[in-house]
């Protein structure tokens, strides 16, 4: 608890405050280590898992650059036929 402080012009130094967060155990992150590890004993001898990890990686930026490129195709698409559909029933109105 703080002790009550007399008002003053000068700023007086506080305390730093620590912040202690304990740690927990994550039964996740523990099976992802463990697969992680059964798979490292699965590759080749040679093999190290800095080889591996770049495939990985790529593969999965390929895959998230199709999927958004998917995405905008279909609202591009969306876009364009919903400018059709708007030209024409202008155009109906106008005629």
Known sequence: MLTPRLPSFFKTPVQKQFEYRPRYYDPVQDDLEERIRAIEKEMKPGQT???????????????????????????????????????????????
């Open 49 to 95: 898992t800095a080889d591996v990890r770049p495939r990985m990686a790529m593969k999965f930026k390929r895959a998230k650059r199709f999927a958004e490129s998917a995405k905008q195709r279909r609202q591009s698409n969306l876009r364009v036929i919903m400018i059709i559909v708007f030209l024409g029933i202008l155009v109906w109105w106008i005629l």
